[in-house]
């Protein structure tokens, strides 16, 4: 009897030094593993690129796990500030622009662009179908105030679209933050996907990128109709920039750069073209490296330049060379 209870404890003792060495294996292993955390716009993030991007990356490195801080641009700037972020993607060249001035943000890598879109009910009450983007709102303005309810509702977020959607109110001759205090003006204070579905619930007409659309569209979410589209005013580029460990020395800066070198890597870029094309019919996202490069399509690559790059010594440059750091190759 003492035997076999001897035995059984010896057992016990075996299986709880195994599992217990298991554990401590498996926990090492998580513990060594580093979080790169991203702050990026909620267009990326929506349309599930970023899921795709991630899954790809840890694959390629097992000592890292990617995290992702959707919003929209003008917050992604500041959680970087704080340093709450390792390294951004966003797209509104002008905040980006003070985020390096400001030396927060370096290294900034244009890696994709599409185009922004006015979308609206099929009904298109206002008739912009097919007009400008000046032309368009010109005609939702002089509808909305002529109407009784509301016709277009904004992000009102200082996002990238944000951004953009003021930019082509001034080119429309109208003052932004004038016309948002009119009742036919609403504003979301929301994501993307968000203003979508109130678009669509009360039939207003919104900005987009066209990404978050198709998604929302395709995916029987919404029934809004593309409008307004594809002209070099509705460009929609889309950088990376990792934050400086000079401003703010805890972040991860050799992660954050190896990431934006994943970014901007042949596979990579063949990787964002591919992505929706079955789903949709067509790339929710188009690669921005060998268009610079390369100079082709020729006008696409001018309207990158003359949207998205900084003028530094009357020379112009997605980063200029004084928010350079390092020698990681990205501007050979």
């Known amino acids: 009897m003492r035997t076999e209870q001897r035995m059984i404890l010896t057992i016990a003792v075996i299986a709880v030094v195994v599992v217990s060495t298991g554990s401590y294996l498996y926990f090492?292993?998580?513990?060594t593993k580093q979080t790169l955390t991203i702050s990026t716009t909620t267009s990326l993030y929506d349309t599930?690129?970023?899921?795709?991007?991630?899954?790809?990356?840890?694959?390629?490195?097992?000592?890292?796990?990617?995290a992702f801080i959707s919003a929209g641009t003008g917050i992604a700037l500041e959680q970087a500030k704080r340093g709450?972020?390792?390294?951004?993607?966003v797209h509104a060249p002008d905040l980006e622009y003070e985020f390096m001035r400001e030396g927060y943000g370096v290294n900034r890598k244009i890696f994709a662009y599409n185009f922004f879109v006015i979308v609206g009910p099929t009904s298109d009450p206002a008739e912009i179908n097919g007009t400008s983007p000046t032309e368009a709102l010109q005609k939702i303005s002089l509808?909305?105030?002529?109407?009784?309810?509301?016709?277009?509702?904004?992000?009102?977020?200082?996002?990238?679209?944000?951004?953009?959607?003021?930019?082509?109110?001034a080119a429309a001759g109208l003052d932004y933050d004038e016309i948002r205090n009119e009742s036919w003006f609403v504003s979301s204070g929301s994501g993307m996907g968000t203003t979508l579905n109130i678009a669509n619930e009360r039939g207003?007409?919104?900005?987009?990128?066209?990404?978050?659309?198709?998604?929302?569209?395709?995916?029987?979410?919404?029934?809004?109709?593309?409008?307004?589209?594809?002209?070099?005013?509705?460009?929609?580029?889309?950088?990376?920039?990792?934050?400086?460990?000079?401003?703010?020395?805890?972040?991860k800066f050799d992660i954050a750069m190896d990431f934006i070198k994943f970014l901007v890597s042949n596979d990579t870029q063949e990787l964002i073209v591919s992505y929706g094309l079955e789903d949709y019919g067509t790339p929710l996202f188009y690669p921005a490296v060998n268009v610079l490069k390369s100079r082709e399509p020729p006008d696409v690559a001018q309207w990158i330049k003359n949207y998205a790059f900084f003028d530094s010594g009357g020379t112009l440059y997605e980063c200029p060379p004084e928010w350079r750091y390092g020698d990681y190759g990205l501007y050979t």
Not at 84 to 89: C, G, H, K, R, Y
């Open 28 to 31: 090492s292993q998580i513990g």
């Open 48 to 66: 599930g690129l970023l899921d795709r991007l991630k899954e790809v990356y840890e694959e390629q490195n097992h000592n890292v796990i990617v």
């Open 84 to 89: 709450d972020a390792d390294m951004i993607l």
């Open 143 to 169: 509808y909305g105030r002529n109407a009784t309810t509301a016709v277009w509702v904004s992000r009102d977020d200082k996002s990238g679209t944000n951004q953009k959607e003021k930019a082509l109110w």
């Open 204 to 251: 207003l007409y919104t900005l987009s990128d066209i990404g978050t659309y198709l998604k929302y569209y395709s995916d029987g979410l919404i029934q809004l109709k593309e409008l307004v589209r594809s002209d070099e005013t509705l460009l929609n580029v889309y950088s990376a920039m990792a934050v400086n460990q000079t401003k703010i020395p805890h972040v």
